[in-house]
C-alpha cells in the first residue's frame, strides 16, 4: 500500500511541530517542536492550557514575594511561561524544544545572553539537560553574535526570522546549532512586491532560498542544521525533501498524512560537490551592505520582530488580567 508523504519525508528530514498546542503535538508525536512568541500567546488563551498559566503565574507570586506589584508578578511570569509550555512538550517528544528569547532584544547582544542563560537554568532547575534545549534568537547580527558565545558555553541556539544567506552564512561561521530560514514569509514578501498570485512550487522564492543555504552548507562543510520554517503549502514542503530538519503546522502536518503520492528526494547532501559555489566569508560590514542590499531580508526581519514584539505585549497584557482575576477569586473564596 502506497505511503502518505508524511510517512515519507520522516524517512529523509526530521520532522518539527511548529505549534503551542501540546495536544497537536501528542497527535503527531514529532522529533522535535518549536515554539515562538506568536504561538505561545495563542496556546495561553485555549482553555485547555488555562491551568498551566494559571500555575505559573501563582507560582511566581509565590516566589517574588508579599510585596510585589502585579507588574513584577507578571513580568515573572511572563519570563516562566514558555519553559512551562516547553516542559509540558519535553514531556511527549524525545528530542529537543525550542524557547525564544524576547524579540525585544533582538539588537542587543548582553541582553540576550542573559536571558538565554536564564531560560536555561529554568530547564536545568526542572531536571531538563541542555541538550534537550535550543535557544531561538533573531538573527540580527547582534543575536548571532550572542548566539556564537552561548554555542561556546554548550549552550545550543536556533537562529529564527532567517531570511537572507547573508544571515545564514554569519550563523555557519559562529558554529550556530541550527537556523530556521522562514520559506513562507519569503513567498509573502514576494508576492507582494511582484504582484504575482502564485509561484509553483519549484519555483517558489522560499525554496529557492532554502534550497540555496543547504547546497552552500553541504557544499563547504558546515554542522549548522538548516531547518525550513513557515510555510504556506505543502509543496513547498515537498520541494524541500531531504533538508535537514522541516517545523510544519499542525494544519499541514494533517494535510501530509491525508495524502498518498511520491515524495521524491529533493535536497541531498550527495549532489552539492559538483555544484559551482564561490565562498564568502561574512563580517559586520559584509553582513551589513548584504542586508541593506536585500530588501526582502531588510523588511521580513523588522517586520517579523515587530510582529514577535506584538504577541510578546498580547502576552503581558494577558497575564495581568488572568493575575487579577486569580486576585479576585482568592479574595472572594
Known sequence: MPKNLLEQLRAVTVVV????????????????????????????????????????LLKAKKDA????????????????????????????????????????????????????????????????????????????????KAAEILEKEGI?????????????IACAEAGITLISPFVGRILDWYKKDTGRDNYPAAEDPGVLSVTKIYNY????????????????????ITELAGCDLLTISPGLLTELQNTVAE???????????????????????????????????SDKLSEGIDGFTKALIALEQLLAERLARLESQKVTA
Open 65 to 144: 514575594g508579599a510585596g510585589a506589584t502585579q507588574s513584577e508578578v507578571v513580568s515573572l511570569a511572563f519570563d516562566r511561561l514558555a519553559v512551562s509550555f516547553g516542559l509540558k512538550i519535553l514531556q511527549i517528544i524525545p528530542g529537543r524544544v525550542s524557547t525564544e528569547v524576547d524579540a525585544r532584544l533582538s539588537y542587543d547582544t548582553e541582553a540576550t545572553l542573559a536571558k538565554a542563560r536564564d531560560l536555561i537554568a529554568q530547564y536545568k532547575a526542572a531536571g531538563i539537560s541542555p541538550n534537550r534545549v535550543l535557544i531561538k534568537i533573531a538573527a540580527t547580527w547582534e543575536g548571532i
Open 17 to 56: 511541530a511548529d505549534t503551542g498546542d501540546i495536544q497537536s503535538i501528542g497527535k503527531f508525536k514529532p522529533q522535535d517542536a518549536t515554539t515562538n512568541p506568536s504561538l505561545i500567546t495563542a496556546a495561553a488563551q485555549m482553555p485547555e492550557y488555562q491551568e498551566i498559566v494559571d500555575q505559573t
Open 217 to 236: 552548507y553541504k557544499k563547504f562543510g558546515y554542522k549548522t542544521e538548516v531547518m525550513g520554517a513557515s510555510f504556506r503549502n505543502i509543496g513547498e
Open 156 to 168: 545550543h541556539c536556533n537562529l529564527t526570522l532567517l531570511f537572507g544567506v547573508h544571515q545564514a
Open 263 to 297: 515524495l521524491p528526494r529533493k535536497l541531498d547532501p550527495a549532489k552539492v560537490s559538483d555544484l559551482s559555489l564561490e565562498k564568502i566569508s561574512v563580517d559586520k560590514a559584509t553582513f551589513d551592505k548584504m542586508h541593506a542590499a536585500d530588501r526582502m531580508a
